[in-house]
C-alpha cells in the first residue's frame, strides 16, 4: 500500500522529534509530574504514543511494521532481559568494589526512591510503588523504541544507509536527554560548566545506548529485545536497585550505567559483527 507522506521522511522525524521534545520540555519545567505523588515523568512518553500511533495510520503502516510484531514477543524481551541483568550484575559487582576499595562499604538496597512535599527523596518499598514503576517505563520505553528505534530507523533508512540512520537516531535520542541536566542547571542544582559536561555525557551514553537497541533491531528484525534491555535499564538497575554507602545512595551510579552500558554495546557490536561477516 503507497504511504500518504507529504514531506520528506528526514523532515518527518524532525518534526515529529521537535512536537514530542516540546511537550517533554512542558512537562519537564511546567507540569513536574515526576515530583507530584506519580514519582515519573510520563505524560509526555503518553502524548508521543498517541502522535505516534497518529502518524502511523496517516502513512498507513502498521505497529508490526516499525518492529512491534506479535511473533518474538516474549523470547525478545526475555533475551533483552537477560543482557541486562548480565551487563549489571558486573556493573553493580564493581560499583561496590570501588566503594570497598574507597573505604566506604556500601551494600545494595530494593525501593522505589520519589519526593516528598516538601522536595526532599523518601524511599518507597510498597507493593504499589514497583508496581508503578514497572508500568510507567513500559510506557516509557514503548514510547522511545517506537519513536527513535521503529519509525525513525524506518523513514531515515530509506535514503540512507543503515547505519547511518541509526547513528542519526540514536544522536536525536542522546539530545532527548539532555534536558535533565538543563533542568538541574535551571533549578540552581548545578553550575553552568557542570550543565555542559553533563549534556555532553547524557549524549554519549544515551547516544551508545540507542546505537546498541538499533543494532539489536537489526539483528533480531524486532524491537522487542532492544525493548526489553531497555526497560531493565529504567527500572531494575536506575529505580529499584541502589547501591548505598554511609554517604549516601547511588553515588556512583553513573559508573553503573556506563559500564553495563559498554559491555552490553561490546557484545552486540560483536554479534552484529559477527552475523555481517559471516552470514550471506
Known sequence: MERNIKCKPNN?????FMLCLSVR???????????TA??????????????????????????GDIG???????????KGLLLGTVCFAIS???ELSISVLQGNPAHLEIYISSFSLTGSQIKNTDFVFFLLCVLFNIVNVWMEEGVFRGLFLKMLSETKPFMQANFIAAFLFGIWHII????????????FAAMVL?????IILAGIMGIKWGLL???????????GDHLFNNTVATNMLHVVSQNGADELQIVRIMAAQIISFAFVIAIHTYRTTNVR
Open 68 to 78: 512491534f510484531q506479535k511473533n518474538g514477543l516474549v523470547s525478545g524481551i526475555l
Open 12 to 16: 518527518l522525524c524532525m518534526i515529529i
Open 198 to 202: 553533563m549534556g555532553i555525557g547524557y
Open 25 to 35: 520540555f512542558v512537562e519537564y519545567f511546567l507540569i513536574e509530574t515526576d515530583k
Open 217 to 227: 533491531y537489526r539483528i533480531t528484525g524486532n524491537l522487542w529485545a532492544g525493548l
Open 92 to 94: 553493580f559487582g564493581l
Open 38 to 63: 506519580i514519582g515519573e515523568n510520563v505524560l509526555h512518553k503518553v502524548v508521543g504514543i498517541i502522535l505516534l500511533a497518529l502518524v502511523l495510520k496517516k502513512i498507513n503502516l502498521t505497529w
Open 180 to 191: 535533565m541536566p538543563i533542568r538541574s542547571y535551571v533549578n540552581g542544582e548545578m553550575s
